[in-house]
């Protein structure tokens, strides 16, 4: 064998290979990334296999597999009796060098974190692209839920040993029916027994057909969004309200109004003040997060204003089985005789949000459409939580689970009220808590409340600044939107009073005017 020094047509130098990993892996993609950028040009001739393996010290095995891939991706070629060579992808070449440096520097970081720049500044983008930069959704709290986090039940008193056996016998032996693509407004048997719970428990007369099973309360929103409004449309949405039901509606190019709220839910009058308004979305049972419920004469105020406009009202329901006296209230739907009120419900609020389950019940007129819309977009739920949901509810444990939560979330509340600071200045006493599973107390000035929040953040506890509720652009003065929200459900009784007593020690050096407004 020769001594002589290979020669080889590019020169491999910086191709540097981590000898614990895989090696033809490596390879591939320190070619590829060289074909890319332009230093391997195209038209550019590869050493034989066996010539780069020495080189690098490789295996020719190594090389082969790294070539064969770039071959079946098509960045090289092979001509017959000639050798292997870059394929002719100069233009191409260009595109993706400048594409990939763009990537790596703007990105790669879109959706990084709230504040972050979702979109390069110089890049072309959608409206709805656009749009997102000012209506997306904070990341959710991480870990066990802790005292006071809003949005969440019981989670320790779920029947998981009950709900596992009914997993457990669904998956043993699943219809083979069950198993391709499914309906997509849901499993029937789920359906039909929504439907008569709704009209036992609620008081609203539906049936199965009305009923389009949903990834959650929030899916059930963005439907309406997508199949209900056309750019342009003014949509009137609760002011403090869930911010997320607004941004939803931006993104699908509604322009959002907020409606005052006072004691009696929104403010239906300043409903004819909203330019070209199409549709209301409304908590009427448990308005988020003041928790008034509407009055009777709203609720015909809001449905003789859809009727008049042409317009549609979404009622989202996310909480309403939680009725500390009395039953719960009938749906605003149920007073609907034209076919303008879509109501949502969830699941989690009862069971968890990680299920994923939720519900619309439609005016007959829109069942196909927003089947279809859905079928668009996730063809169908998943099959397997939708029928043991179903076995859940048939078997009873269902309403033996809601009397129980109901029960434990009233024991929770009434800790919060007898162990809450009653001497801390600006912040107002506990109020009576009807319904839901949070509260709204009141507190006197923006400061103090950005004060509580982070002293309560401090030692471990989680209360919510009222004024995070508000949309920017609201009429109230600032120090009017102030207060604080509490969830009081999450966690046992025992964690809610050592929370409490947390709170009593971190808020008890507050005296008179707050600092933050001195000077």
Excluded at 159 to 165: E, G
Excluded at 307 to 314: C, H, K, L, P, Q
Excluded at 486 to 495: C, I, N, S, T
Aim: charged share 20%; proline share 6%; glycine share 10%.
């Amino acid at each position: 064998m020769s001594d002589r020094p290979l020669v080889l047509p590019f020169d491999p130098a910086g191709i540097v290979l981590d000898r614990q990993r895989g090696l033809s892996q490596q390879l591939y993609q320190a070619l590829r990334a060289r074909v890319l950028d332009g230093r391997l040009s195209s038209g550019t001739r590869l050493p034989a296999t066996r010539d780069l393996a020495k080189v690098l010290a490789l295996s020719r095995n190594s090389v082969v597999r790294a070539y064969d891939q770039l071959y079946a991706e098509g960045y090289i070629e092979s001509r017959v009796g000639d050798g292997t060579y870059v394929s002719r992808l100069a233009k191409l070449s260009t595109q993706l060098s400048t594409g990939l440096s763009q990537g790596l520097s703007t990105g790669l970081s879109t959706f990084e974190g709230e504040g972050t720049e979702v979109l390069s500044s110089n890049a072309r983008s959608s409206e709805p692209l656009q749009r997102l930069k000012n209506n997306h959704l904070p990341a959710p709290r991480s870990g066990a839920p802790r005292a006071f986090r809003v949005g969440i039940p019981a989670f320790d008193l779920f029947p998981f040993d009950v709900w596992a056996k009914l997993q457990a016998g669904f998956w043993r032996n699943p219809s083979p029916a069950q198993l391709g693509y499914g309906d997509p407004a849901g499993e029937p048997v789920l359906r039909e027994l929504i439907a008569a719970y709704l009209r036992r428990s609620r008081g609203l007369s539906c049936t199965a057909e009305q009923i389009v099973i949903t990834s959650g309360a929030q899916q059930a929103i963005s439907l309406c969004a997508q199949l209900l409004l056309q750019p342009g449309d003014g949509v009137a949405v609760e002011n403090p309200g869930y911010r997320a039901a607004g941004h939803t509606f931006a993104v699908a190019g509604g322009k959002v109004t907020g409606v005052p709220v006072d004691d009696e839910g929104m403010v239906c009058q300043r409903l004819e003040q909203v330019a070209n308004c199409r549709l209301a979305y409304v908590t009427p049972a448990h308005q988020y997060p003041t928790g008034v419920t509407m009055s009777l004469a709203r609720r015909l105020a809001l449905l003789a204003w859809a009727e008049r406009n042409d317009g549609w009202v979404i009622e989202d329901d996310y909480d309403g089985e939680y009725r500390y006296s009395g039953a719960p209230l009938a749906p605003l739907a149920a007073l609907d005789r034209q076919g303008r009120v879509l109501y949502i419900g969830t699941f989690g609020k009862i069971a968890f949000p990680a299920l994923r389950l939720g519900y619309l019940v439609l005016p007959p007129r829109l069942v196909q459409a927003f089947s279809q819309g859905r079928a668009l977009a996730v063809r169908h739920s998943e099959v397997g939580t939708q029928c043991v949901m179903a076995q859940f509810m048939a078997q009873g444990h269902f309403q033996r689970h809601i009397r129980r939560m109901r029960k434990a979330a009233l024991s929770r509340r009434n800790v919060l009220k007898a162990g809450w600071p009653v001497d801390v200045p600006g912040l107002g006493a506990m109020p009576e808590v009807a319904a839901g599973l949070h509260v709204k107390v009141a507190v006197d000035n923006y400061a103090r409340e950005q004060e509580l929040v982070a002293r309560a953040e401090a030692v471990g506890v989680e209360v919510n600044p009222l004024s995070s509720y508000w949309l920017e652009d609201s009429e109230v003065a600032v120090d009017g939107r102030a207060g604080l929200v509490l969830g009081f459900a999450a966690v046992p009784e025992g964690e809610i009073a050592e929370a409490l007593m947390r709170l009593r020690k971190a808020w008890r050096p507050l005296r008179g005017a707050s600092p933050l407004l001195q000077g």
